[in-house]
C-alpha cells in the first residue's frame, strides 16, 4: 500500500508540474495521449488479470513448471496480436489524427510501441501477481511513475516541452 502511494504522489506530481509548465496545447495533447492510453488499458488489464488468476490456480496446485508453459505460450500469442494491433495502428493513423483534428502525427507514431510493450507489462505483473510477489509490483509502479515525471522534467527543461506527450505511454 506504501509503495502505491508513493507511486500515486509521483503521478500527482506529473500533473501538477504539466500543467504549471507547458501550454494549453501541449496539455490537451498530453490529454489526448492518456486518454488513448487509458482507453488501450482495457484488453491489457484483461490480459494481465487471466494470467494473475491462471498462474495463482497453478501455484495452489503446486505446478510451477506447467505456470511457465502457461506464460510461454500466452506470450507467444499475445505478442503476435501486439504486433498486429500496431500494424492497424499505424494504418489508422490518419483517420485518427483527422477525428481529433490534430495535424501533428507524431504523438500518434510514438504511441505505436504501447501495444508490444503493453502486452509485455501486463503479462509480466499478471505473472508476479500471481506468484504473489507484490512488493515487486510495488517497486515497479513506483520506478514507472518516477520515470515518467523525471522524463517530463527533463523534456521539459531541455526545451523539447512540445514533446511531453511522448512520456504518458512510459
Not at 488513448?36 to 505446478?63: D, M
Not at 510477489?133 to 517497486?139: A, D, E, F, P, S
Request: a positive charge; proline letters at 3%; aromatic letters at 16%.
Amino acid at each position: 500500500i506504501g509503495l502505491s502511494f508513493v507511486a500515486g504522489i509521483s503521478n500527482l506530481g506529473f500533473n501538477v508540474y504539466l500543467g504549471r509548465a507547458i501550454s494549453f496545447e501541449d496539455l490537451s495533447l498530453v490529454g489526448l495521449m492518456g486518454s488513448i492510453s487509458y482507453f488501450a488499458n482495457i484488453p491489457l488489464i484483461s490480459l494481465g488479470s487471466t494470467v494473475t488468476h491462471q498462474i495463482g490456480f497453478l501455484e495452489g496446485k503446486g505446478k510451477s513448471g506447467a505456470g511457465f508453459g502457461f506464460l510461454k505460450n500466452t506470450t507467444k500469442k499475445s505478442l503476435l496480436l501486439s504486433y498486429i494491433a500496431s500494424g492497424l495502428w499505424l494504418v489508422f493513423i490518419p483517420l485518427l489524427a483527422k477525428y481529433f483534428n490534430t495535424t501533428n502525427l507524431l504523438p500518434f507514431i510514438l504511441f505505436t510501441p504501447f501495444w508490444t510493450f503493453g502486452v509485455a507489462y501486463s503479462l509480466t505483473r499478471g505473472f508476479l501477481s500471481g506468484k504473489l510477489q507484490l512488493i515487486k509490483i510495488g517497486v515497479i509502479s513506483i520506478f514507472e511513475a518516477v520515470i515518467k515525471f523525471l522524463a517530463v522534467i527533463a523534456l521539459i527543461l531541455t526545451g523539447f516541452s512540445q514533446y511531453v506527450y511522448a512520456a504518458i505511454p512510459l
